[in-house]
């Protein structure tokens, strides 16, 4: 009896650790580029700023991981942003710190610029467009 008190006991441990995280809202390629077809969406691009420089979204701007504390407050907590790193990571943890700033229309891009990458290489700016540090 104590040890199915104890698994239970770990199972909701476990499950208040996992809820949170079941609220983010994914997006894949193809969902982003019917949104920007619809209307505006801020892309936040989370990378440093060399990784920016490197390619990036058409029309994404840079805010490194270090200072979405600071620039998210440019933003309406009633715009939808789509946030984006290199692998999906980042941008999922920046999904719930906006969240927690109560932004609601808040979205990582599943797989990150790899797996846009892999969807649509066209799209990411040549270095022309570089951000100056």
Avoid at 34 to 54: H, I, K, M, T, Y
Avoid at 60 to 69: N, T
Wanted: proline share 5%; aromatic share 8%; hydrophobic share 40%.
């Amino acid at each position: 009896m104590l040890g199915i008190l104890v698994l239970g006991l770990l199972a909701l441990g476990a499950w208040t650790q996992v809820r949170p995280w079941l609220s983010v809202k994914g997006v894949t390629p193809e969902q982003l580029e019917r949104w920007r077809q619809q209307g505006p969406v801020v892309v936040a691009d989370l990378r440093s700023v060399e990784e920016f420089n490197r390619g990036h979204l058409d029309g994404s701007v840079s805010v490194p991981w270090r200072r979405l504390r600071q620039q998210h407050e440019c933003w309406s907590p009633e715009d939808r942003v789509v946030l984006v790193c290199r692998t999906g990571y980042r941008s999922l943890q920046a999904v719930r710190f906006l969240q927690t700033r109560h932004f609601r229309d808040v979205h990582w891009l599943k797989g990150g610029m790899l797996g846009w990458a892999g969807h649509c290489v066209s799209d990411l700016e040549p270095m022309a467009t570089r951000v100056q540090l």
